[in-house]
């Protein structure tokens, strides 16, 4: 009785796409940039909001991606397994952005340079990521995980290294200001009509 492990006949292209990337095979790496990119990007200016510049999140993102091929299992799809690295490296340049501005903002007199102010949000710019910009990054972060990648609340404790209460007080608040925010508008927006 054979009792080795055999993967799902679904999974095999997957294994056998991530170990020619593994080799450095240029095909198969322009094959998984081309089918991971739009994806990568989009849960980059996610994560990111106006800390980082999503492009260059999303650039490292599918360098770190070609870089760990070797590692691909099928214990996850491939998708799900490049959304786990696109969220560390996200939130690994966050942190190294919060820590630049904050030595600047030491050496440097308040208000003399251009970052670190909140967008006022304009009409045009009204959206979903100018109500998840309001939000801090931890929240911000919850909710893109648990609503956009679908992570239950111990893959999002497992991912930031909060503890679970933390990630649900996270989300709860999240929604909340979220609620909120979406209501101020609407009623923002009444007035403008009757105005």
């Known amino acids: 009785m054979d009792v080795s492990f055999r993967s799902p006949p679904e ?5 056998d796409l991530m170990a020619r990337v593994a080799r450095r095979e240029p095909i198969a790496e322009r094959a998984l940039v081309e089918r ?8 980059s ?14 650039q490292v993102s599918l360098l770190e991606i070609l870089r760990s091929a070797s590692g691909f299992r099928v214990a996850m799809s491939l998708e799900r397994w490049a959304d ?3 969220v560390r490296t996200t939130r690994r340049l966050m942190r190294r952005e919060i820590e630049r501005k904050g030595l600047l903002a030491r050496w440097v007199a308040p208000g003399t340079m251009p970052w670190g102010r909140r967008e006022e949000s304009t009409p045009e710019r009204l959206g979903l990521d100018a109500f998840l910009d309001r939000l801090s990054p931890e929240r911000r972060e919850a909710l893109v995980m648990r609503h956009t990648l679908e992570y ?3 893959e999002i404790a497992e991912l930031t290294g909060a503890p679970l209460g933390t990630v649900k007080d996270r989300l709860v608040s999240a929604r909340k200001e979220l609620r909120r925010a979406l209501e101020r508008e609407a009623a923002q927006s009444e007035r403008g009509r009757r105005g």
């Open 152 to 154: 239950s609340i111990e």
């Open 84 to 86: 786990r690295i696109t």
């Open 45 to 58: 200016r996610l994560l990111s909001g106006s800390l980082v510049d999503p492009d260059d999140a999303a």
């Open 11 to 15: 999974s095999e292209p997957d294994l």
């Open 36 to 43: 991971l990119s739009g994806r990568v990007r989009r849960l």
